[in-house]
């Protein structure tokens, strides 16, 4: 399986404010997926990213909240923009892959996010 | 839209005992059902799939029990241990149609005392 890291793995920001989290994946993919997960809650997929195209994004997920960038095929961030207490959750890139096929997929390990 | 409905909400399960976690799901096209397990300040990570031409899939204590017509599937942990206590999510894809996009359930937070 792919071995994914993020940065950072938590920080805490003041209302108004963005942060962008990045994620890093030691083979090349050509989807990553970004996911949040609010507290004490299941996973919800924010966009999918491919490289060498736009983001696209779930229902109740736009670009200018959640600016994303996919450079190349081992990287990939999310921005969290004009961020609100709302936006506290952890943020969760994943990439698909493995023995068991394409279904497969990989989490990072996650970025905490609280927003005061 | 919840397309994966999980119950229970939450466990408590002795150890050795036996651990069971339901799914059910709307969307017929879906072809891929996994199990996610999450440790607190972890990224889920992949505990056991099966697709939808077989009924059952075991993994050492894993075993995922699945009823195509019913459209439900089923988490059992044999001989549950304390290092098990984690929140356990199902989810679901349609690998044709969505790519690797899951739809997860709402997660089931598992306790098993020692």
């Known amino acids: 399986s792919a071995v994914i890291s993020q940065k950072p793995s938590r920080d805490i920001c003041q209302r108004g404010t963005s942060l962008t989290i990045q994620c890093q994946v030691d083979s090349q993919v050509t989807m990553m997926f970004w996911y949040r997960q609010q507290p004490g809650q299941s996973l919800t997929l924010i966009a999918t990213?491919?490289?060498?195209?736009?983001?696209?994004?779930e229902s109740g997920f736009v670009i200018d909240k959640f600016p994303i960038s996919r450079p190349n095929l081992t990287f990939s961030t999310l921005t969290v923009s004009n961020m609100s207490p709302e936006d506290s959750s952890i943020y969760l890139c994943?990439?698909?892959?493995?023995?068991?096929?394409?279904?497969?997929?990989?989490f990072g390990p996650g970025t905490r996010l609280t927003v005061l | 839209q919840q397309q994966v409905k999980q119950s229970p909400q939450s466990l408590i399960v002795q150890k050795g005992g036996i651990s069971i976690i339901n799914c059910a799901y709307e969307?017929?096209?879906?072809?891929?059902f996994p199990w996610y397990q999450q440790f607190p300040g972890k990224g889920p990570a992949l505990l056991i799939a099966i697709r939808p031409d077989v009924s059952e899939k075991k993994e050492g204590r894993f075993t995922i029990s699945f009823n195509k017509s019913a459209k439900q599937f089923s988490l059992h942990i044999m001989d549950s241990q304390p290092g098990d206590s984690a929140t356990y999510f199902c989810?679901?894809?349609?690998?044709?149609?969505?790519?690797?996009?899951?739809?997860f359930g709402e997660g089931t937070q598992l306790t098993v005392n020692p």
């Open positions: 994943s990439v698909p892959g493995g023995p068991g096929g394409y279904n497969e997929q990989f």
């Open positions: 990213a491919n490289q060498g195209s736009e983001a696209t994004y």
């Open positions: 989810a679901a894809s349609n690998g044709e149609t969505s790519g690797s996009r899951l739809t």
């Open positions: 969307n017929t096209a879906f072809d891929y």
